[in-house]
């Protein structure tokens, strides 16, 4: 059974960065996407980046594009999240789940996911 696990939230400033990461425990990374979400208090949840199974192909929400980038390092079985430019408005909880299970599994829809991690919390502020 698949675990995912969140880390490396903390507090920056706004133009500052931060790097989570995503490990997995039960199983590979091999055949699954993984997407990063955020909910921010009172908002509902987004998804905000995909990664496929292979690593190569990853799609990201406009509020994230350029400034957020993600990646995956199947020895490690982890998947990261490196936050550039942050502005307060990334403040949120951020989450890792699956998105698809399967050899070819995709990111096509990143909005919705399974098996989450517990969370790591993002502040943003000057």
């Known amino acids: 059974q698949l675990q995912l696990a969140e880390s490396g939230g903390g507090l920056a400033q706004p133009g500052e960065s931060l790097t989570l990461a995503c490990v997995a425990s039960?199983?590979?990374?091999?055949?699954?996407?993984i997407g990063w979400f955020r909910q921010a208090p009172g908002k509902e949840r987004e998804g905000i980046s995909c990664?496929?199974?292979?690593?190569?192909?990853?799609k990201y929400a406009d509020s994230v594009k350029g400034r957020f980038t993600t990646s995956k390092d199947h020895g490690k079985r982890t998947v990261y999240l490196q936050m550039t430019r942050l502005k307060p408005e990334d403040t949120a909880v951020y989450y890792c789940?699956?998105?698809?299970?399967?050899?070819?599994?995709?990111?096509?829809?990143?909005?919705?996911?399974?098996?989450w991690g517990q969370g790591t919390q993002v502040i943003v502020t000057s």
């Open positions: 789940a699956v998105v698809q299970k399967g050899w070819y599994a995709t990111c096509a829809q990143f909005d919705r996911g399974s098996d």
């Open positions: 990664i496929n199974p292979s690593g190569v192909r990853t």
């Open positions: 039960g199983s590979s990374l091999d055949t699954y996407s």
